[in-house]
């Protein structure tokens, strides 16, 4: 935080302890070393002050009031998986929202905390024949996941997460508690749009609108090694005029030689997907289900349940991705990743400023993970994942929600010339930077 002078040793937690009760957990509490951790592990090593587990609007208040006149960082964290570990603030209050986690779905609107994590969401709205486009790791809080946009599994039929955010409830570091809408203070919920978690205030509820849950047909495309330049220029042949309905992944993983492989989904039925397929080179093997949204949902979740220690940076497409450099890049290589969603589609439709979100005319998004294992130390991952990052030569914009402590000039990376826009809003809201942070507006 950019006021923050104190030290946890000066700060007398007895305030806060009397508003949260034992929801307020200290160093010495049961349970406190377990609560801290984050998902990525490479930032295991932080102990924040105090973790106040809120369940109410009132207990964030009393948080952020208490951070304000005590000067010490705080940091909301919904699913723990900030890859910076921004969450989880070094000698600071750690406002924990997995008790927001109720979800309720009413008529064509659904209702949801920022701590519900995306299995839970799922699981509810898809019992009752409804949809929303959000991520596909089930631990993600929605929290997070939102503010800095929502890429996802159904965004090419439907959009971000965030582009169907409705409205939303925050308290902002004055201790206020707002509804804000297109038609209630526009410019804060324009924010909140894309415009990254951590830099406007709390949220405690959002509001999205909902799509019938339809059908859809799951693939899985396998090819041997080596086929890395020629999938990629496939896939973008296919994605620059494929219908919304579709949707896919490009994913290398690194080897000598690399090895890719093409996973995605379609809104329909397989008779209609297989003349899309058909485009691609022919695969080693392929793997068609049709599933219902729900189990589509089910499958993509699945993945890690626990976190692990690695480092992450992204680019956003917006020129074809260069598949010999991919393979270039990742030959030689160990334990990295380079993974391509593709975006276009319903998400492409609004202006770079319709949200705070600003990277609509990109053609996909890339995301280059490096796992820290096996005696590679951190130093080593970031240069790593630098060199895939910047090697695809894919200029120097990238997802907020992947956010990189070394990114080269984060805030038009990020938010491009939303930039000075989204800083006018955070000075409103937040003139003494009571939510600030290394990469905080």
């Known amino acids: 935080m950019g006021t923050a002078t104190a030290t946890a040793a000066d700060t007398d937690w007895t305030k806060l302890r009397k508003r949260l009760g034992s929801r307020l957990v200290l160093p010495q509490d049961t349970g406190y070393d377990q609560l801290r951790l984050p998902y990525n592990e490479i930032y295991s090593y932080r102990r924040p002050a105090a973790i106040a587990k809120c369940v109410k609007p009132e207990d964030v208040q009393a948080c952020l009031d208490f951070a304000s006149h005590e000067r010490i960082p705080v940091a909301a964290r919904s699913g723990r998986h900030s890859y910076a570990g921004y969450s989880v603030p070094d000698n600071g209050l750690v406002v924990e929202l997995s008790g ?25 709205i898809g019992a009752q024949g409804r949809s929303v486009p959000a991520g596909s790791c089930r631990s993600v809080g929605l929290g997070g996941l939102t503010l800095g946009g929502g890429i996802g599994v159904t965004a090419r039929k439907y959009g971000l997460t965030c582009d169907n955010l409705v409205s939303a409830k925050i308290v902002t570091p004055d201790g206020c508690l707002h509804t804000v809408s297109e038609h209630q203070e526009p410019d804060l919920f324009w924010a909140l749009r894309g415009g990254g978690g951590g830099n406007f205030g709390i949220v405690t509820s959002f509001t999205f609108r909902s799509f019938p849950a339809p059908d859809i047909t799951f693939f899985q495309l396998t090819y041997p090694a080596g086929m890395t330049a020629e999938l990629f220029g496939a896939w ?19 080897g000598t030689p690399p090895t890719t492989n093409v996973v995605g989904t379609y809104i329909g039925r397989t008779k209609d997907l297989l003349a899309l397929l058909d485009r691609l080179p022919k695969p080693a093997a392929r793997e068609i289900r049709e599933m219902t949204y729900l189990e589509t949902m089910r499958f993509f979740a699945g993945g890690y349940e626990t976190g692990f220690p690695f480092v992450a940076s992204s680019r956003m497409a917006y020129d074809r991705i260069d598949g010999t450099k991919v393979a270039e890049l990742l030959t030689g290589q160990t334990e990295c990743r380079i993974q391509v969603d593709s975006f276009g589609g319903a998400l492409g439709r609004l202006a770079p400023d319709d949200t705070a979100f600003p990277h609509r005319a990109a053609k996909a998004s890339v995301q280059c993970y490096v796992n820290v294992v096996g005696g590679r130390t951190e130093a080593e991952g970031r240069r790593i994942v630098a060199s895939l990052r910047d090697g695809l030569g894919l200029g120097t914009t990238g997802y907020v929600n992947y956010i990189d402590p070394e990114m080269p000039d984060w805030p038009t990376a990020y938010y491009g010339r939303n930039v000075a826009r989204l800083k006018k809003v955070r000075r409103r809201y937040d003139p003494d930077r009571v939510l600030g942070f290394a990469q905080g507006l």
Not at 103 to 115: E, L, S
Not at 241 to 250: K, V
């Open 236 to 254: 973008h042949d296919l994605f620059d005029d494929a219908p919304d309905e579709l949707w896919g992944i490009c994913g290398t993983s690194a």
């Open 100 to 124: 927001f986690d109720d979800v309720q779905v009413h008529g064509t609107r659904v209702q949801a905390g920022p701590g519900t994590r995306l299995d839970n969401f799922y699981e509810t």
